[in-house]
């Protein structure tokens, strides 16, 4: 009976506007990911949201669904601990970069092993945004950051070969290819086990205005110009988006 | 001598830079960041020789300054509330290695429900760990506050880490004039570290090991006998610091116009400079009152306290925590100072401010004029009436 509304029955429209910058691309993500539930008719009352902290992090609120903030890096475990208790539910970890595969990797790459039924959506911003922009797991070689004023001396994090090891399922996509990260987290909702997708979204305020770019659009059309898509591949090439072959 | 008009992150952080912290690890986390950001520029551009490691979790940052000072590296971490939480483990690691690390503790409130506003519950649940704890009333004492901090820790009859408490936001991000500690001041007060045990080849050692029932109760032994002969160096370092820089903010405890007060407020923290406010406020309509600042809360300076207010008839403790089961964690600490003394005052406790509630003159009015009328359990002021009867 609330089909009628489309995707936007899974948001709280109450509560909008979110509390991203103007230029943020979580909302693309949030959005793709409400028009994945609507068309697979996730159930409301079958589909929990959990996430950790961070701007990504404050996702949770908004689903029109039952929600859990968790602290920083545990979303995937409480996430774990639901599906556990109860296994007819479909279990989705909205988080980012710093949270999930910073200070929540540990449990990232265990929860890989235990092949957890659930699905993981990682908004990829390369910057931990809500404190302002300091260098995260993933902020790319040489990058200046708040924290790396000189340059990120560090090298960015890749979890694909771990999904490889394990039949996870691992996709990589971009808040401009709209169809292609829907297709992505429909499959991985789909999946039986352990899926992760990693969307790559701009963050203009705390990062992409410190590395020249004038506005989000120029980051999102970097996207456009940088990412290939290459679908059920072995290995994504770091200009490449898509999907990674899976076994299982 | 001159004033910089410096947000307290930076001022901290510039006192920290002339401290010459070898190694420095720290993930970022709101209100902590503007002080660690200011040192990773530091280190970048040149002006402070150190290591300065990003890592993925507080766990790791106290991790990595726990083995670098553990190869006698002079060391500093910065965090608050739930990477103040996630740290404890490791805290408690750093005071049982008895290593001097230096850190700060933004003040804010724990989760959940998640908030990233102030009080004081981050460093009131590590109380028990080993570590000294200062609480600074401003940020001219916050800056100070560190200088005096390493100089403590490393202090040969010491060897225990110090914190360094200062309130999130009210102070960290509030611009003040202050009184910046140069390089060549910073090095005639303090002296490199040069530790008497650390890890070399040359005379190897062992760190943290496994002791049984047979040994390890005397660690505790040694760390409380050592919290005992530390309030003497707290006060010691703080003399020295007035010396050399002319500024005096407390030793173990500071009091303002508490010599002939009948009511005095207890508190810890920026909360002290409102307070000193209403008490000159009230002083020129008569009323004797006055407030004590509890500076160093690790180790407690139980008999400087009961010095200071053994003469007072009624005594209100103002505080952003609470120990849940139980009431107000200092109150009931003040308490505890005159137990077994032949004169006990009236003793109120008050939790306020909890999770950035604005404390308002009028908030501290009304603990005046409750504390002047009944004894009462511990009381919350300043509740949100509509959302109790909700």
């Given at each position: 009976?609330?089909?009628?509304?489309?995707f936007k029955?899974?948001l709280?429209?109450?509560?909008?506007?979110?509390?991203?910058?103007?230029?943020?691309?979580?909302?693309?993500?949030?959005?793709?990911?409400?028009?994945?539930?609507?068309?697979?008719?996730l159930?409301?009352?079958?589909t929990?949201?959990?996430?950790?902290?961070?701007?990504?992090?404050?996702?949770?609120?908004?689903?029109?669904?039952?929600s859990?903030?968790t602290?920083h890096?545990?979303?995937?475990?409480?996430?774990?601990?639901?599906?556990?208790?109860?296994?007819?539910?479909?279990?989705?970890?909205?988080?980012?970069?710093?949270?999930?595969?910073?200070?929540?990797?540990?449990?990232?790459?265990?929860a890989?092993?235990?092949?957890?039924?659930?699905?993981?959506?990682?908004?990829?911003?390369?910057?931990?945004?809500?404190t302002?922009?300091?260098?995260?797991?993933?902020?790319p070689?040489?990058?200046?950051?708040?924290t790396?004023p000189?340059?990120?001396p560090?090298?960015?994090?890749?979890?694909?070969?771990l999904?490889?090891?394990?039949?996870?399922?691992?996709?990589?996509?971009?808040?401009?290819?709209?169809?292609?990260?829907?297709?992505?987290?429909?499959?991985?909702?789909?999946?039986?086990?352990?899926?992760?997708?990693?969307?790559?979204?701009?963050?203009?305020v705390?990062?992409?205005?410190r590395?020249?770019?004038?506005?989000?659009?120029?980051?999102?059309?970097?996207?456009?110009?940088?990412?290939?898509?290459?679908?059920?591949?072995?290995?994504?090439?770091?200009?490449?988006?898509?999907?990674?072959?899976?076994?299982? | 001598?001159?004033?910089?008009?410096?947000?307290?992150s930076?001022?901290?952080?510039?006192?920290?830079?002339?401290?010459?912290?070898q190694?420095?690890?720290?993930?970022?986390?709101?209100?902590?960041t503007?002080?660690?950001?200011?040192?990773?520029?530091?280190?970048?551009?040149?002006?402070?020789?150190c290591e300065?490691?990003?890592?993925?979790?507080?766990?790791?940052?106290?991790?990595?300054?726990?083995?670098?000072?553990?190869?006698?590296?002079?060391?500093y971490?910065?965090?608050?509330?739930?990477?103040?939480?996630?740290?404890?483990?490791?805290?408690f690691?750093?005071a049982?290695m008895?290593?001097?690390?230096?850190?700060?503790?933004?003040?804010?409130?724990?989760?959940?429900?998640?908030?990233?506003?102030?009080?004081?519950?981050?460093?009131?649940?590590?109380?028990?760990?080993?570590?000294?704890?200062?609480?600074?009333e401003?940020?001219?004492?916050a800056?100070d506050?560190?200088?005096?901090?390493?100089?403590?820790?490393?202090?040969?009859?010491?060897?225990?880490?110090?914190?360094?408490?200062?309130d999130g936001?009210?102070?960290?991000?509030?611009?003040?004039?202050?009184?910046?500690?140069?390089?060549?001041q910073?090095?005639?007060?303090?002296?490199?570290?040069?530790?008497?045990?650390?890890?070399?080849?040359?005379?190897?050692l062992?760190?943290g090991?496994?002791?049984?029932?047979?040994?390890?109760?005397?660690?505790?032994?040694?760390?409380?006998?050592?919290?005992?002969?530390?309030?003497?160096?707290?006060?010691?370092?703080?003399?020295?610091?007035?010396?050399?820089f002319?500024?005096f903010?407390g030793?173990?405890?500071?009091?303002?116009?508490?010599?002939?007060?009948?009511l005095?407020?207890?508190?810890?923290?920026?909360?002290i400079?409102?307070?000193?406010?209403?008490?000159?406020?009230?002083?020129?309509?008569?009323?004797?009152i006055?407030?004590?600042k509890?500076r160093?809360?690790?180790?407690?300076?139980?008999?400087?306290?009961y010095?200071?207010?053994?003469?007072?008839?009624?005594?209100?403790?103002?505080?952003?925590?609470?120990?849940?089961?139980?009431?107000?964690?200092?109150?009931?600490?003040?308490?505890?100072?005159?137990?077994?003394?032949?004169?006990?005052?009236?003793?109120?406790?008050?939790?306020?401010g909890?999770?950035?509630?604005?404390?308002?003159?009028?908030?501290?009015?009304?603990?005046?004029?409750?504390?002047v009328?009944?004894?009462s359990?511990?009381?919350?002021?300043?509740?949100?009436?509509?959302?109790?009867?909700?």
């Amino acid at each position: 009976m609330d089909k009628e509304s489309g995707f936007k029955r899974y948001l709280k429209l109450d509560l909008l506007p979110t509390p991203w910058c103007p230029g943020c691309g979580n909302g693309i993500v949030l959005k793709t990911i409400c028009q994945a539930f609507d068309e697979l008719d996730l159930p409301k009352d079958g589909t929990v949201v959990i996430s950790g902290i961070g701007c990504a992090g404050r996702s949770a609120g908004f689903f029109n669904l039952d929600s859990v903030h968790t602290a920083h890096g545990r979303a995937i475990p409480v996430a774990e601990g639901i599906k556990y208790a109860n296994d007819a539910l479909h279990v989705v970890v909205v988080s980012g970069d710093g949270d999930l595969l910073g200070i929540g990797a540990n449990h990232l790459l265990h929860a890989i092993r235990r092949k957890t039924n659930i699905t993981v959506v990682c908004y990829a911003n390369e910057i931990y945004a809500m404190t302002g922009g300091q260098a995260s797991p993933i902020t790319p070689h040489n990058t200046k950051t708040l924290t790396t004023p000189d340059g990120n001396p560090d090298y960015p994090t890749d979890v694909q070969f771990l999904f490889k090891h394990h039949n996870g399922y691992f996709a990589r996509t971009s808040a401009y290819h709209l169809n292609h990260m829907k297709k992505c987290i429909t499959e991985s909702l789909e999946f039986n086990g352990f899926s992760f997708v990693e969307v790559r979204t701009m963050c203009i305020v705390n990062y992409g205005r410190r590395l020249g770019y004038k506005n989000s659009n120029e980051m999102l059309m970097h996207y456009k110009e940088l990412y290939k898509i290459n679908d059920y591949a072995e290995e994504l090439a770091q200009d490449e988006i898509g999907i990674i072959k899976s076994s299982s | 001598m001159s004033t910089t008009f410096i947000e307290g992150s930076i001022a901290v952080a510039k006192t920290v830079g002339v401290c010459r912290p070898q190694v420095i690890s720290a993930y970022p986390i709101t209100p902590q960041t503007h002080i660690v950001e200011h040192l990773s520029e530091l280190v970048a551009n040149g002006e402070l020789k150190c290591e300065y490691v990003n890592v993925e979790s507080e766990h790791s940052a106290a991790s990595v300054v726990l083995g670098a000072s553990a190869t006698g590296a002079r060391t500093y971490t910065a965090t608050t509330s739930q990477g103040f939480l996630l740290m404890i483990e490791v805290l408690f690691n750093i005071a049982g290695m008895r290593l001097p690390i230096v850190m700060t503790c933004v003040n804010r409130a724990v989760s959940a429900p998640i908030n990233i506003w102030n009080d004081q519950q981050d460093s009131l649940t590590a109380r028990d760990s080993g570590w000294i704890q200062l609480y600074a009333e401003d940020n001219q004492e916050a800056s100070d506050m560190h200088l005096q901090a390493f100089k403590i820790a490393e202090n040969k009859d010491i060897m225990l880490p110090v914190m360094v408490c200062m309130d999130g936001f009210i102070l960290t991000h509030s611009f003040d004039p202050i009184e910046l500690i140069t390089q060549e001041q910073a090095d005639k007060f303090l002296s490199p570290f040069t530790p008497q045990y650390y890890l070399t080849p040359k005379n190897p050692l062992s760190f943290g090991t496994m002791v049984g029932p047979d040994g390890y109760m005397e660690t505790r032994y040694f760390i409380e006998k050592t919290m005992q002969v530390s309030l003497q160096v707290i006060s010691d370092v703080a003399a020295d610091f007035h010396n050399q820089f002319g500024r005096f903010q407390g030793g173990l405890i500071d009091t303002y116009k508490v010599e002939d007060a009948s009511l005095v407020l207890v508190a810890m923290g920026s909360i002290i400079g409102t307070i000193k406010d209403i008490v000159d406020e009230l002083r020129a309509k008569g009323q004797k009152i006055g407030v004590l600042k509890v500076r160093s809360y690790r180790p407690f300076p139980k008999d400087e306290i009961y010095k200071a207010l053994s003469h007072v008839r009624e005594i209100a403790v103002v505080e952003k925590a609470v120990s849940l089961g139980y009431g107000g964690i200092l109150a009931n600490e003040i308490k505890s100072v005159f137990y077994g003394k032949p004169k006990t005052p009236k003793i109120n406790g008050y939790i306020l401010g909890l999770g950035g509630r604005d404390i308002t003159i009028d908030t501290i009015h009304q603990v005046i004029k409750d504390s002047v009328n009944v004894l009462s359990e511990e009381k919350f002021i300043g509740l949100n009436e509509a959302l109790i009867k909700r």
